[in-house]
């Protein structure tokens, strides 16, 4: 049996990734995702691997796309602000096709904002972080166990699809510990024949890129791209199901507030309130079938999160406004106690669909 | 018998300089070193955004198209992820001076083990011709209509000089290649840095001063001979870090 | 106390005071006895200084929200914490005073309370900067919510190898806050 470990949220993530192969991290200091930086600089000198403290989030997402161009497994950390200062590097990410994890453990905005835990990024994240049409993949862990799983898997799934993926996690996420059982060291990567690593004067050379002037090959370029984005969505779409059987009231939550709503959703139960949940654990791609049947059968839903209703619109798309979707949220690091939920359930209950 | 040839780190795709630009040269004089130390198997450039932005076609090593200004950063990232291989990144001033300032004073004071060719011609030409971070005072640009006025726009960066100020690197020197001498001397400059690098001895920088006869609004010849008269005073020629010397 | 085997544990004070590492160990101690466990600590300026808490749950089933909104065993080091937290303990919680820092008792009578004053206890046992260990002796021996063998050996974990010399001085002080609450 594979050792349970007691760790934060922030130090699963890293030492996933190093299981991953990741060995080159690079990184810039924002609470509340700061041990992410801190473990990897202690371990990733000890393993051969590059900690760099870059001069910006700027530089440090290009260093990330330049070890990325060289076919390996790269990374970067940050929250919210920092992110956005990441999207110019991530947009070049997704037009090169080039693999990497962004991890965003994000915290209240907009500007400035706060530190505490949000999921106010849910529209940067999932909409496409950067100028341009693209997606990146988008996972969603709700436990320490899964902000290491997630982590590995974001991997896998960013190379297989060639295409940057991002850890959306909040502060909460970052800051606790629980026990984890961490990942086996990966073994098998994808071959990565159109990586930069030198010609060796035996292949034409290769080029890392995303510049395409003639209108019709960008056009192309992108269609192609969004080809591959339809086979994400319909191959690695994920959430867990939660007491779905006979719910009436679906909540959809991740990260924080799943948890939360978890606890609201037992109490419901004992006031014979049939809630149950539908827990994403990728945004993009969003679980839109398990929703989508879900619509058949229960009354309404119910999307709680830490933002001014970002998700409610994909829950409200993905159910084709079929159902009431009503919105149970705060904002600004503050979080819904699982009685707030509760309330919501109950108010649903009321109204109906 | 062949007198002169092409050499084999540049591709066979026509280049598409204006008349009379001397990129065509700074990119012959990059693969001229290349071909030299035998190094265009485990070469990785770096183009930016700028005039040379399509370099990465011209180069027949594999190349890596940056965002603006940050080539810096991403030849970090390629030579922390492959130390033995060579990397070298291609900006113009733009690129270098004013967008990616802080990545090109960072990369430099941390002697990353990379070498920069930073083509210095006094204008955005990419764009056509706006105000750079190195246009002289007093000169007129799409954006710097009745001159460049330090009151409002300041004074020219002089980038080997602001790096000199740093511990790290481990060369610098600005040249131009405006005449066959020049060229000569640009020549060795930018063979030795490149060597600097195979030898482990960090960062380098080679300005190169360069023409730019269509923003200029000069002939290709009247623009050879502004180098000399307005860039070089501003910009003087030589050597400002040597660690071996 | 209501719920045997979960407990909402809510450890406050100021910054400095080692409140995360007392909740820490408490987390380890779960784990070592295959609980399920979250720990929660408050983060940002407040570390420096200011109010900081920490969030501990032990459970037998999946913990939901790591958030303890509603305490069970509440441990406080500060006057602040103590008025912030006092009413959201659950009816037939405890609360664990630090009595040299507060002043006052609290003023709940459907929770067992008990004071100690670790803090001068600490200082005149020559163990300053471990009333927050004293505190959670008693805690641990009243409450039950992990074995006193699991404490220790969690001590072992949590305190870094090179201070381990300090593991002596956490056991006594777990010892002193134990025999305070056992007399």
Not at chain 1, 9 to 20: F, Q, R, S, T, V
Not at chain 2, 226 to 245: N, S, T
Request: proline residues 6%; glycine residues 10%; hydrophobic residues 40%.
């Amino acid at each position: 049996m594979p050792e349970k470990v007691l760790m934060k949220g922030n130090e699963a993530i890293a030492e996933a990734a190093i299981l991953a192969g990741c060995r080159h991290y690079f990184g810039y200091p924002i609470t509340p995702q700061t041990e992410v930086a801190a473990y990897m600089s202690k371990r990733m000198p000890k393993i051969g691997g590059t900690f760099l403290q870059a001069e910006s989030e700027i530089a440090a997402i290009n260093m990330v796309y330049g070890v990325a161009s060289t076919g390996k497994r790269a990374m970067t950390s940050s929250s919210s602000p920092g992110i956005a200062l990441k999207c110019e590097g991530i947009s070049y990410l997704a037009g090169a096709d080039l693999p990497a994890l962004i991890v965003n453990v994000q915290r209240g905005g907009p500007g400035l904002g706060g530190i505490q835990p949000s999921q106010s990024d849910y529209f940067l994240a999932t909409r496409g972080p950067g100028h341009g049409d693209f997606h990146v993949l988008v996972l969603a862990p709700a436990s320490v166990q899964e902000m290491a799983d997630l982590t590995f898997k974001a991997f896998e799934l960013a190379d297989k699809y060639r295409m940057p993926a991002m850890l959306l996690a909040d502060g909460t996420m970052g800051q606790m510990m629980e026990p984890v059982v961490l990942p086996a060291p990966a073994e098998h990567f994808i071959e990565k024949p159109w990586a930069v690593t030198g010609t060796e004067c035996k292949r034409p050379h290769n080029i890392a890129n995303s510049l395409f002037l003639l209108p019709e090959v960008l056009e192309r370029m992108n269609f192609e791209r969004f080809e591959r984005y339809a086979r994400v969505e319909e191959e690695e779409p994920m959430w867990e199901s939660f007491l779905m059987e006979d719910a009436e009231i679906c909540l959809v939550s991740f990260g924080i507030t799943a948890r939360v709503s978890r606890n609201a959703i037992v109490q419901a139960r004992k006031e014979g309130l049939k809630a149950g949940m539908i827990r994403p654990k990728t945004l993009w791609p969003f679980p839109k079938k398990p929703l989508l049947e879900a619509a058949g059968k229960v009354k309404s839903f119910i999307s709680v999160e830490l933002s001014m209703g970002q998700m409610r619109e994909d829950v409200e798309l993905a159910v084709r406004c079929q159902k009431p979707v009503y919105l149970c949220n705060r904002t600004g690091g503050m979080i819904p106690t699982p009685e707030e939920v509760l309330q919501s359930i109950r108010k649903a209950n009321e109204e109906g669909g | 018998m062949v007198v002169f040839e092409k050499p084999k780190s540049l591709t066979d795709i026509p280049m598409h300089y204006c008349p009379g630009c001397t990129h065509g040269i700074i990119h012959r004089l990059v693969a001229e070193a290349i071909d030299t130390l035998g190094i265009e198997g485990k070469t990785i450039g770096i183009a930016p955004v700028g005039c040379s932005v399509m370099a990465y076609d011209y180069f027949a090593c594999d190349m890596i198209e940056a965002a603006h200004g940050r080539a810096p950063a991403i030849a970090t990232g390629v030579k922390r992820s492959l130390p033995e291989n060579i990397v070298f990144t291609y900006q113009g001033d733009g690129d270098l001076a004013s967008i990616g300032l802080c990545e090109t004073v960072s990369t430099a004071a941390r002697g990353e083990n990379i070498t920069i060719i930073f083509v210095n011609n006094a204008i955005y030409g990419m764009t056509g011709g706006q105000m750079a971070p190195t246009s002289l005072i007093g000169q007129v640009t799409q954006t710097s209509p009745y001159g460049r006025d330090p009151k409002t726009a300041g004074y020219p960066i002089q980038i080997c000089e602001l790096l000199a100020t740093l511990e790290a690197p481990a060369y610098l020197e600005r040249v131009t290649v405006n005449n066959v001498k020049n060229i000569r001397n640009a020549k060795k400059a930018i063979e030795k840095a490149f060597r600097y690098q195979l030898e482990g001895k960090g960062f380098s920088l080679i300005e190169v001063l360069s023409s730019c006869p269509t923003n200029w609004g000069m002939t290709p010849q009247k623009a050879l001979e502004w180098i000399d008269e307005k860039m070089i005073p501003q910009y003087p020629l030589g050597v400002f870090r040597d660690k071996e010397a | 106390m209501a719920d045997n085997t979960n407990y909402e544990i809510l450890i406050a004070g100021f910054g400095g005071q080692g409140l995360l590492f007392s909740g820490k160990v408490l987390a380890y101690a779960g784990l070592l006895e295959g609980r399920e466990l979250s720990w929660l600590p408050s983060y940002g300026p407040e570390m420096r200084g200011g109010t900081a808490n920490c969030n501990v749950i032990l459970s037998d089933t999946p913990v939901g929200s790591p958030i303890v909104e509603n305490p069970n065993v509440l441990m406080v080091m500060n006057g602040p914490s103590l008025d912030k937290y006092e009413s959201a303990v659950t009816p037939g919680g405890m609360i664990f005073v630090d009595s040299s820092l507060i002043s006052r008792k609290v003023m709940r009578d459907d929770v067992t309370v008990f004071y100690v004053p670790s803090t001068q206890m600490a200082n005149e046992k020559g163990l300053s900067g471990l009333a927050n260990m004293i505190l959670l002796g008693a805690l641990v021996y009243k409450t039950g919510c992990v074995k006193e063998e699991t404490l220790a050996e969690a001590l072992k974990k949590v305190i870094p190898a090179r201070k381990a010399q300090l593991f002596d001085a956490n056991m006594s002080a777990l010892a002193l806050g134990k025999e305070y609450v056992q007399a």
